[in-house]
């Protein structure tokens, strides 16, 4: 958020809201505060990764927490049911100032102003009272001299503007003054303030092609903004304007009237991952844990086989000792035989001088049946933790493909119905909202239903419940991953479909970043469960394997969007 999307940001704000009310105040999380003015939902955040101001939508909403926070109180003390009597954009740098006014219960009038600074991980919103010349009230963020040398921000301080003298606000030059300035300089951004690095890019570019950059002072101006967000080849969103950004005529361009709008498209990816990654932070701590325990356990077991492996060194010397026990030996703390398995070369034995030959032997037999025993035990042991090991893998990858809400709730379901959590979320949604957490539904080019488990409980569904014995079902060769289902419908299947289910099937697993990813294929019938193990776990045989590495840009082509029965 440059200088000119703030100024956008200002100028809509102001023909919404400007001589209303505000109703309500909430924190909803740390470092964001929610105000309700005139049926609209406005977002101040100084989180650093997505800073600045959001209108929200009924839908997206964000939950009061049950007890305010302080900074929050305060808020409500001074400014709940204040008129915004302006909104106006600092030096126009990174800066919104709402100017409010408050009348006690006597008449009397208060003002405050709320002023949001934007600035990425320096990003702050702070109430400052207007009555006792510009003491700050409180902030949302605290920081005092160890944080920051320069300038406090505490209650009771003087609030001081963040201001670089040697910097120009561009609404406050005439346009010769503007012109003469870029002409005599090519770094823009260290000129003006509310300049970015790709501002300056767009002015150098017009100055370079001869082409009218004094229009961009123009437009600022009198309030004609274009608000874009521009996207990668991916259609990744890169760049958000709202200035028609011509030295990035490479770029796909989406054009939208409101400057929230264009706002919401570009952050709405991250503040989505964000979220998700907060929500389900909880499971990871437990999916890692165990996986750690599981792979601790194997390698100590290991350890443990490892010095097993004598056992048949035992078993040789007890069967030597009994082989020559009816000879005369004189023999203290060992024995030299011939070891008739390796052509009668000599052996040394130790024994127990205390114990007869016979005695000594069964001695040997007795450590060898232990070891065998130990080892067998060991040996299962460590294929029941191997299971398990993959099981919690799964569930890792599982998580960091949930794309909403309810595919993180599905997954602490399961893990609550296979007792690994003890807590399970009430869930409120009827059956029928249920039904939209459904498995994903892929169609082929050539027509086949192609359907992928997001989670394991869903893998078990599809692999023993959903599929017919002749429905063919895919995997990634020795990897966690989605089980996938083509429904044939008594259709002959085609190579097309196949590789176009293989694609899916590598891109919901870990391996969709790696090149020539191996996937099984079979028929549904030549799978079965592992016997007692958790969801997802299968073996199957009867199988082929083909090697591809994932088009992305396919996988969004066959998605299917229609809800299913």
Known sequence: MDGIVIASIV?????????????????????????????????????????????????????????????????????????????????????????????????????YDLIIEIMGKHSNTILVDKNEKNIILDAIKHIDFKKSSKREILPGLEYKLICDENKFDLRKISENEFVDLIKKNDAPEKIFNGFGKLMATEINFRKKNDLDYK??????????????????????????????????????????????????????????????????????????????KYEKKIELQKKDLARAKDKDELKLFAELIMANAYKNFVWQEFIFLENYY????????NLDKNLSLVENANLYFKKYNKKKRAEN???????????????????????????????????????????????????????????????????SNDGFDIYVGKNNLQNDYLSFK??????????????????????????????????EAANICVFYSKAKDLKNVEVDYTQKKFIKKMPGARPGMVIYKNYKTLCISVDKNLIEKLKWDEKYE
């Open 11 to 111: 100028y809509e704000l102001k023909k919404n809201i400007l001589g209303a009310h505000v109703n309500k105040i909430y924190q909803p999380e740390k470092n964001e505060i929610l105000l309700f003015v005139k049926k609209k939902r406005i977002l101040l955040s100084a989180n650093a990764n997505y800073p600045g101001i959001y209108f929200l939508s009924e839908k997206k909403y964000k939950e009061n927490p049950v007890n305010a926070p302080m900074f929050c109180m305060i808020l409500r003390k001074y400014i709940l049911n204040a008129k915004i009597i302006d909104i106006e954009q600092i030096n126009f740098d990174r800066i919104i100032n709402f100017k409010l006014e408050n009348v006690d219960e006597f008449g009397d009038r208060f003002f």
């Open 215 to 292: 229009v961009i002072r123009k437009d600022i101006l009198e309030n004609k903004f274009m608000n874009q967000v521009l996207f990668d080849k991916e259609n990744n969103a890169k760049y958000l304007a709202s200035v028609d950004l011509k030295s990035l005529a490479d770029y796909k361009k989406e054009s939208y009237e409101s400057v929230f709008d264009a706002i919401e498209k570009f952050y709405s990816d991250k503040i989505k991952h964000d979220y998700l990654k907060q929500k389900k932070s909880d499971l990871e701590k437990i999916i890692l844990g165990n996986i750690l």
């Open 342 to 349: 390796d052509g009668n070369k000599k052996i040394r034995i």
């Open 377 to 443: 035990v060991l040996i299962e042991q460590i294929n029941k933790n191997k299971i398990e090991l993959e099981y919690f893998k799964s569930v890792e990858e599982n998580l960091n493909l949930c794309e909403s809400d309810e595919d993180i709730d599905n997954i602490r379901d399961e893990l609550y119905e296979q007792k690994i959590i003890k807590k399970r979320v009430k869930n409120k949604k009827n059956k029928i909202e249920k039904k939209k957490n459904l498995p994903m539904r892929f169609v």
């Open 466 to 499: 959903f599929a017919n014995g002749n429905d063919i079902w895919l995997h990634v060769k020795n990897m966690p991953s989605a089980h996938v289902i083509i429904r044939l419908n008594q259709k002959n299947i085609s190579e097309q479909a196949i590789f």
